[in-house]
Every structure is written in C-alpha cells, then in structure tokens.
C-alpha cells in the first residue's frame, strides 16, 4: 500500500506535468490500463481506458483552451490507496473565454506509485464519497 506520502507526491507531479503542458510525464504516472472517469456534470464526460483513452479525454481541453492551469489547494489522502486533490482551475479559451472553476480529482495509487484510476468530480466531497467506496469494495 502506498503512503499518503507517496500518493500526494503523484498528484502533485501529475498536476505540475499538466500544468506544463508534458503529456509524456502525465502518461508516465498512470498504469497502462488506468481507467479514467469524468462526472456527467462536468465536460468530457464518461469512462475512458488506457493511455489512448486518457488522451482522447484530455484531447478537446487542448483544442479548446489556449491555456489551462489547475493549482492545487488541498490534498486529501483517503484509506490505503486513494488520495483527493481539490484543485481551482483557470483557463481562457480560444474565442477569449475566461473560466475560473473548483473541482477535485481521485487518483487510486498502486504500490509503484502510479495511478490506476482517476476521476474528475465536482467537488471534493463526492470524491471522498467515491474513494470510500472503492476503498470499501477492495
């Protein structure tokens, strides 16, 4: 089981690898099958599997954003795998748009430090709510 140490750490590379527009390094903390969920709520929506699946969900934010920064405000572990990372999101689109918008992530970390799933929710506390329940079914 990896420590909260650990968990938060892949977090927090994940988000400066984003951040940095390094889809290589972003590739490079998520397993081959990682399985990636998007609340119904928020764009991108659904379920996408594997690195070609992770690239098809974070493809339109690239096409639709000139830029997209994600600054992470807390960070919350949670049972023995899984850790929240509660994040306020700026962006300005292509046609000048500005968002500014809070959402959390899940990332369910193995042993090697890598995420196997990850889940973009509205708000920290459903993905508390799905982190428990994942945690709970093993």
Not at 48 to 75: C, N, R, T
């Amino acid at each position: 089981m990896p420590t909260s140490d650990v968990r938060e750490a892949m977090a927090r590379r994940g988000f400066e690898a984003f951040n940095a527009a390094d889809a290589k390094a972003v590739i490079g903390l998520l397993t081959e099958d990682v399985e990636v969920f998007s609340s119904p709520e928020l764009a991108n929506a659904g379920t996408f599997h594997g690195h070609d699946g992770y690239m098809k969900w974070v493809g339109p934010w690239a096409e639709a954003w000139q830029g997209l920064q994600m600054d992470v405000k807390s960070i919350i572990p949670v049972g023995d795998r899984h850790v929240v990372a509660e994040v306020h999101q700026i962006g300005q689109g292509r046609a000048g748009i500005e968002v500014s918008m809070d959402v959390a992530f899940l990332f369910d970390v193995t042993d090697e430090g890598l995420a196997s799933f990850v889940a973009l929710l509205p708000d920290a506390q459903q993905a508390v709510e799905l982190a428990r329940d994942r945690e709970a079914r093993g």
